[in-house]
């Protein structure tokens, strides 16, 4: 999914901004195909605590269960993660880190039940859970017999992860699950102990042994993970790996030796698709602008095109020809790419109309507002967009150059290797000094 200012998710009661602004483009598959392709199994996680504060909830809600507290995984995870960013923000004394949410949701003062803890209005409604649902089964951490995080079961490899990094936490003498499971059944509420805010705060490192055991669950994958899945993640981890120890500048005329010819195709291809859509996103923005202007909120597609729009659309043609010259064989990205590259300029336009449906529509040969225009672009606080989950820009403190438009997922693998190596906090504090000097 593409981001353009605010769109997608809620930045709190009321303000309905997400779903409304997404822009899909009828490309939601093909986006995920190519992410799988450049990096199998990770999702959209980027720092280890993500997936322990993700098994923790699923842990803790077995146990709650089996005692006879009815409580989700979703509801339980949630409310473990929302305890753990709740901890981390008042460590910080409500300072802002990319690592926690609901900084302006969370209740400054709260009794911290579970109770309360657990409903939806409490924290923010893109939690972190959300980008570990299509990694906790590739990566051997949880098993079901679909991908519904209300499904999941810890394998003995997740709850060996989960026992090796709250090694050493004793809250009330207690083990963290079990002082967890407590809370779960409203049997417990005093949940600000050091060693709960180390244990689970998101801005505390991986602890003991759990680092490395999550390293070998990257390269090893789940025993129902096919095998040249497991080996992409496995060679795009030794590439990071050497981006880490020597960082470069790098670019798609020089493919790395650990990545094989095919998978740094699928790379390639991908990045030409994601270029390709931000371009049409572009370009439909740029329409949205034009027509907010016009008196009669509308234009025809047999009115000559407006030059803001013709640089925007021989952008996107550009981008799409590009896509379809690699000869990559997923069928929609070639429909997409055809569509965007073929054709006149009205025919362009309204394809790209039709597919989008919310912010523009079709009507006939005229482009009319949809349900999600916007006549004025909204402000977003940085606050706000950290509570959405948006990091897409994250410049590399120490140089490094990915090759461009390439999957997000390689980014997030490298903070996630730094993470790993004890390295993510210097990283964001180079990078956060990096984001104030300029």
Same mark, same amino acid.
Do not use: K, W
């Given at each position: 999914m593409a981001m353009t200012g605010i769109s997608w998710g809620l930045l709190? +009661?009321?303000?309905?901004?997400?779903?409304?602004r997404s822009r899909t483009l009828d490309l939601g598959a093909a986006i995920r195909r190519f992410n799988e392709l450049a990096v199998p199994g990770i999702g959209s996680v980027w720092f280890g605590k993500q997936l322990l504060l993700a098994a923790t909830g699923i842990h803790v809600a077995g146990l709650a269960r089996r005692t006879g507290t009815p409580v989700s995984n979703v509801e339980c995870a949630n409310a473990v993660e929302a305890l753990g960013c709740w901890l981390g923000l008042q460590q910080r004394r409500w300072e802002q880190d990319r690592r926690l949410r609901g900084r302006g949701k969370l209740p400054r003062q709260h009794e911290l039940d579970f109770r309360s803890v657990r409903k939806k209005s409490f924290y923010v409604v893109q939690p972190m859970r959300m980008a570990t649902v299509l990694a906790m089964q590739p990566l051997g951490l949880a098993h079901a017999s679909s991908r519904r995080f209300n499904a999941f079961e810890l394998t003995d490899e997740g709850r060996a992860f989960v026992d090796a990094a709250f090694e050493g936490f004793t809250p009330y003498r207690r083990d963290v699950t079990g002082h967890l499971a407590l809370w779960a059944h409203g049997q417990e509420s005093r949940m600000t102990t050091p060693p709960l805010q180390s244990a689970l705060s998101p801005c505390a490192p991986l602890s003991g042994s759990a680092p490395a055991l999550l390293r070998d669950r990257l390269l090893r994958g789940g025993s129902g993970e096919p095998a040249t899945q497991s080996q992409r993640r496995r060679a795009a981890l030794e590439w990071v790996e050497s981006m880490r120890t020597q960082p470069a500048a790098t670019d798609w005329r020089a493919r790395p030796a650990q990545i094989s010819e095919a998978h740094w195709a699928d790379m390639r291809a991908g990045a030409a698709l994601f270029a390709t859509r931000d371009a049409a996103i572009e370009l439909l923005d740029a329409l949205e602008r034009h027509i907010a202007c016009m008196p009669k909120e509308r234009w025809s597609l047999h009115d000559a095109v407006p030059p803001p729009l013709q640089s925007a659309q021989a952008s996107l043609n550009q981008s799409a020809t590009a896509f379809l010259q690699l000869q990559h064989p997923d069928p929609e990205a070639n429909a997409f790419c055809r569509e965007c590259a073929q054709g006149s300029a009205a025919q362009m336009l309204g394809r790209l109309v039709e597919r989008d449906g919310r912010v523009l529509r079709r009507v006939g040969d005229e482009v009319r507002p949809g349900s999600a225009f916007r006549?004025?672009?909204?402000?977003?606080?940085?606050?706000?967009?950290?509570?959405?989950?948006?990091? +897409?820009?994250?410049?590399d403190p120490s140089g490094l150059q990915w090759p461009s438009d390439i999957s997000f997922r390689i980014r997030n693998l490298h903070l996630l290797n730094l993470d790993l190596h004890g390295e993510l906090d210097e990283w964001l504090?180079?990078?956060?000094?990096?984001?104030?000097?300029?």
């Open positions: 709190g +009661p009321g303000l309905a901004v997400g779903e409304r006549r004025q672009t909204p402000a977003i606080s940085h606050d706000e967009a950290a509570d959405l989950g948006d990091t +897409p820009g994250l410049q504090a180079a990078q956060a000094e990096q984001g104030a000097q300029g």
